[in-house]
Nanobody, 124 residues
Framework: QLQLVESGGGLVQAGGSLRLSCAAS????????MGWFRQAPGKEREFVAA????????RYADSVKGRFTISRDNAQASVYLQMNSLKPEDTAVYYC?????????????????WGQGTQVTVSS
């Protein structure tokens, strides 16, 4: 099992920035690809960003490319999502996720491990 706890959400004005953090424990973090999903009210959960276990590969949803950056610190068993130039449509609950396979982080796949989520609200 991999336990994940997100933090860093909050209320920000459009154009602002937030940095989400996800602390992992349990299963060996360095063996897992990590990523972020989000779910807005009335919408399905959608893929946002992912990074391979080594950090050598990343992928992003088209809607966040150039604005969001995923990173990880294996020594701290943590993964981060730096969100810049935020828009009201980025408002959602953001979930950290982990899986032994990087291929679990595609728009149609679902990783094995999930955090409880952190709310991000972007005001116009």
């Amino acid at each position: 099992q991999l336990q994940l706890v997100e933090s860093g959400g909050g209320l920000v004005q459009a154009g602002g920035s937030l940095r989400l953090s996800c602390a992992a424990s349990g299963r060996t973090f360095t063996n897992c690809a990590m990523g972020w999903f989000r779910q807005a009210p009335g919408k399905e959960r959608e893929f946002v960003a992912a990074m391979s276990w080594s950090g050598g590969s990343t992928r992003y949803a088209d809607s966040v490319k150039g604005r969001f950056t995923i990173s990880r610190d294996n020594a701290q068993a943590s993964v981060y999502l730096q969100m810049n130039s935020l828009k009201p449509e980025d408002t959602a609950v953001y979930y950290c996720a982990g899986d032994s396979s990087y291929n679990a982080f595609t728009p149609r796949a679902r990783p094995d491990y999930w955090g409880q989520g952190t709310q991000v609200t972007v005001s116009s």
